[in-house]
């Protein structure tokens, strides 16, 4: 498709270097792609982080400038090339995972497409949906059901993030968790914990800038620990009958996190890290191998997630209050305000 259209480029490697222009070049589509008209896209934690330049995290990729940033999206296919999967039209809803593995390596053969070894991503290394058209490779293309708005098609690419959060920490009935960090990743992960896992005892604690996040948290039934007013870890073993959470999850990508994690968790327990601190942790052994406590990392999603996601949000799955304000795309710096503010949770643009 020829012709202009609005877009937020990143200009260069500078603190809040982003700009609004209605000129931007419609991008041309390969064979094996398709143009999607984007009608909602997230600011993730990684844009707020690129717009303030933070070189730890643009480090991990590789930009080029002017880029393109926004990889949680939904929309409309506009245009198909002519080698893209046969069953997606034009008009089609659809959604897409962000990530460009390489359906070749061993991970990929496993459906641990986040961990492929050849994994360039949309939203960073490659143009993103900061836009009104985006071009995507067909098959990372997934259609959605009527039932899922376009805003919350927006959410499905950060509750993939909290789905494999959650399934490897492998949560049993009966047993408690803790979120630690209630950003909109660890709101997902309560949400996840307890309307798909059924798990009923969700702890979810917090700092001082974090009170109407916590809030929020306690809408979607958590019990909430403000961190600036009490000791977290006296605190939730108090709750927990003094043994611990079973389960604990690291939504905030702080170094401490983990001490604490450590310090708390049951006997036998599980700590799930998905915060990328900027700082080592220190954190003894010992007790990690005389209370057999276990430490997991997870990364994005594997291909799965994303049907589960549907699957849940189709069911009745209620997250709407992550998404919180809804702004037009040339509204983009309001958006990051909010966010600087604590009041947006994920702020969606619509181009
Ligand atoms: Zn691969």
Sequence with gaps: MEGKMNAVYMTKPEAGAWEYVEDAPIPQIKDDEVLMEIKACGICGTDHSLHGWNEAIANSYNIQ?????????????????????????????????????????????????????????????????????????????IPMPDEVSFVQGALLEPLCVALNAVERIHPEAGETALVMGPGPIGLLMVAVLRQAYGIKKVLCSGLANDVKRLEVAEKLGAITINGSECDVVEKVKELTGGKGPEMILDAAGHFTVVQQAVEMVAKGGRIGITGLPAKPS???MTPIAMRQISIIGSRAYERKHWRQALNLMANGLDISLVSNFVLPLSDWKKGMELIDAGEGLRVILEP
């Design 65 to 141: 400038f002017p880029a393109i940033f926004g990889h949680e999206f939904s929309g409309v296919i506009a245009e198909v090339g002519p080698n893209a999967p046969a069953d997606l039209k034009v008009g089609m809803r659809v959604t897409a995972n962000p990530v460009l593995f390489d359906n070749t390596c061993a991970y990929c053969d496993k459906g641990q497409v986040n961990i492929c070894d050849n994994r360039p991503f949309y939203g960073t290394d490659l143009p993103g949906a900061f836009a009104k058209y985006m071009a995507i490779r067909g098959s990372n293309v």
């Design 282 to 284: 220190t954190i003894p």
